[in-house]
């Protein structure tokens, strides 16, 4: 079996060294990068399974980096590895795109979490998409299923009735099950409109929708990620 493979961007050595021997350690192959186009260049001539990015690092930012990668539809699971530990900071780059984020300096045995977590999704997203790329239009959570092509929803075999705006809401989270959406990410989704800061429409339909699945199941599906938005509760 061949090793997953990371694409670790740090420009500072020590760190970067330090970030291949954790992996290393845990059975990774590992790849270091020291600089955005760096990065960039070995993604465009490399297949990794992931990659862990400092945002401050020389040439092309990694935000950039990040911005770059998903308009191109490049859905590597990346970890933000950095200083920058404001808010703001955070939803900027999930937003986005990243996948994860994780402040300096870190714990080893969490960096180690946080890489096999990202990596179980992204292995378990790439089946679901095969799936859906063969024409498999159901969607599983737990004791949800969700058919888009009937336009359904059965929460423990029961169907629960939920309105044009809150079917697509929940299939776009469905859809990416390890991404946190804020709600103008949701708001312009769905709407196609741009987002109003004070609007909580989209509260109001998330939690309509909570209600309706708590009829059949008490067990929670979605998460409110505070200051952020939402995702779907899958830890």
Known sequence: MNKEKILIVEDDSDINSLLCKILEKEGFETVSAYSGSEALLRISMEQFDMMLLDLMIPGTT???????????????????????????????????????????????????ARVNARLRRFRKKSKENEKRESGFQKLQFKNLVLDKEARTCYVKEKEISLTALEFDILTLLLEHPDKVYSKENIYQAIWKENYIGEDSTVSV?????????????EEEYIKTVWGIGFKLANL
């Open 205 to 217: 339909h998330v939690s309509n929708i909570r209600k309706k699945i708590a009829v059949c199941d």
């Open 62 to 112: 990694g935000e950039e980096v990040i911005k770059q990668l998903r308009e191109k539809e490049n859905e590597i699971p990346i970890l933000v590895l950095t200083a920058k530990a404001a808010l703001e900071d955070k939803v900027s780059v999930l937003d986005l795109g990243a996948d994860d984020y994780l402040t300096k300096p870190f714990e080893n045995k969490e960096v180690v």
